[in-house]
């Protein structure tokens, strides 16, 4: 059981906005969508939230034509990677894998590739957008574990070893600064192009994927979206969907998100805070 005292933290508003979140949730099968604010508390940064940087990401497109990008991309990818693979799941991720454990939660959906909802102990975790600790090569389709890519990597450009992330992103990304002598990493299998098993910018959400989720909130009797603004287009079809069905949507999230309008109730708080205080309510 996780054990903390987060409510102290949460404004007299927040409180309110989860005072009027519990009798929509009680009692129901909830699925939950989450964004890279949950992970915020892991020490891993959203893309969009309050003092964000600007990005402009690598496109698969870009990632595909040329060399140049791919040894960019991998340079900072690496980096990225170790920051990633230090990160352990926090109280919003637990509390998620309990809820599960008890029946309250269906399932989890998440936009994040960090893997830490299946670290934390949930069992059904949709990742919309993948993850990054797999690698597929993209001619035979080989998939590989990223520690082993990790580690070929180190063994091929030592010098990288030395050298620290100018910043790290919620997509495992980093700015390293310098990549002109990288060694990009190849299939082994057949030397094709090795790229991690997520979504880029420019690809398209595995159609099996999406159908997942969606299972997910057709199966539910309320929907749940935590830590994202909901600028991606398919969590905002998986709120058409609730809509459609008429099952309640509560919205947990620092600042303004796409999804506030349709929510029955908007919470204005952090993930974690709100989690272990709604687990108390619900419990109640």
Same mark, same amino acid.
């Given at each position: ?16 906005? !989860?005072?009027? +979140?519990? #009798?929509? $949730? %009680?009692?129901? *099968? ?6 890279? @604010? ?114 070929? !990597?180190?063994? +091929?450009? #030592?010098? $990288? %070893?030395?050298? *620290? ?6 997509? @495992? ?112």
């Amino acid at each position: 059981m996780v054990v903390a005292t987060p409510s102290a933290e949460l404004s007299p508003a927040a409180l309110a906005q !989860i005072e009027l +979140a519990v #009798p929509l $949730l %009680e009692g129901r *099968s909830i699925a939950v969508l989450t964004g890279a @604010g949950v992970s915020t508390d892991s020490g891993i940064p959203d893309y969009r939230g309050e003092g964000a940087p600007v990005r402009t990401p690598m496109t698969f497109q870009q990632f595909m034509i040329d060399a140049q990008y791919r040894k960019r991309y991998w340079a900072g990818s690496h980096l990225g990677w170790k920051h990633f693979d230090a990160a352990r799941p926090n109280t919003g991720h637990l509390v998620l894998a309990e809820l599960e454990a008890s029946g309250q939660v269906n399932g989890v959906i998440t936009q994040n590739v960090d893997g830490l909802h299946l670290r934390a102990g949930s069992q059904r975790v949709v990742d919309l957008h993948g993850t990054m600790d797999k690698v597929r090569c993209l001619t035979c389709g080989q998939q590989f574990a990223r520690s082993d890519v990790a580690t070929r !990597i180190a063994a +091929a450009n #030592p010098w $990288l %070893e030395a050298i *620290s992330a100018d910043e790290v992103n919620p997509d @495992g990304d980093a700015s390293p600064a310098a990549f002109d002598d990288f060694i990009t990493p190849d299939c082994t299998v057949c030397g094709g192009v090795l790229k991690p098993d997520i979504v880029f910018f420019g690809e398209f959400i595995p159609v099996e994927k999406f159908s997942e989720a969606s299972a997910l909130v057709k199966k539910a009797d309320a929907l749940i979206v935590a830590g994202s603004s909901l600028v991606v287009n398919s969590g905002i079809r998986l709120i058409e969907q609730a809509r459609r069905r008429r099952i309640p949507l509560v919205v947990i999230n620092r600042g303004v998100t796409k999804g506030d309008t349709q929510a029955a109730v908007k919470i204005d708080a952090g993930t974690s805070e709100v989690f272990l205080t709604l687990q108390e309510r619900l419990r109640g």
